[in-house]
């Protein structure tokens, strides 16, 4: 009795930690919208660049077919959060190409099918090459690996923050839904014991860490700057 009402809070903590994950990343999803409205209404794509929404796309459609039953069963919520990711990614796309420049738009086509074809190819292997517990594998450290490498991104954000000593550049509620978003994740792969969710999520956690020491230090010390009096010397 008391074994059952242990594996039912534990599936309950690990449901909560699943849905406060999809509700974050839905926070980071909505987040480039104010962009793409300026593009709308500007009817430009001006100097923004086109390739974060082409890898985010990619990122989300591997960890969709990671979190998907016929790889994995019983981590649904990381289906369902991706779903919802590349459903956002390719309409930013879309906007994107439709307000590109000729040369833009093309290259961006030509992306966005070189995506499709990878992902298809992906999806080949894994379901005509690879028996059930190779493509858990497979699939598992590519989205080890594009996780990885989306978290990593920032990294040249923290280094601007450093060389201006601003924070002008890194959103304060943008680096805590990453934090939150990363470490709800990384509880629920711990609960789901599951290396390929928690240890990805992991290194996000601590980069979002990373991120928000830095907010707050540089942006002590820019508030630390206006208190001090303004001296002005006459000669």
Known sequence: MLTMELSSVYLGFSVAAGIAGNVFAFVLFVSPIPTFKRIIRNKSTEQFSGLPYIYAFLNCLICLWYGSPAVKTGIILVATVNSFGAVFQLIYISIFIAYAEKEIKVRML???????????????????????????????????????????????????????????????????ATFLMSLSFSAYGVFKEDPFLYFPNGIGTILAIVQLALYFYYSSLSKKDLREPLIVRYV
Not at 137 to 155: D, E, K, N, Q
């Open 110 to 176: 030509g992306l966005l099918l070189v995506v499709l074809a990878i992902f298809g190819l992906i999806v080949y292997v894994s379901l005509r090459v690879l028996d059930y517990d190779g493509r858990q594998t497979f699939v598992g450290y590519l989205s080890v690996f594009s996780l990885i490498s989306m978290f990593a991104s920032p990294l040249f954000i923290i280094k601007l923050v450093i060389k201006t000593r601003s924070v002008e550049f890194m959103p304060f509620y943008l680096s805590l």
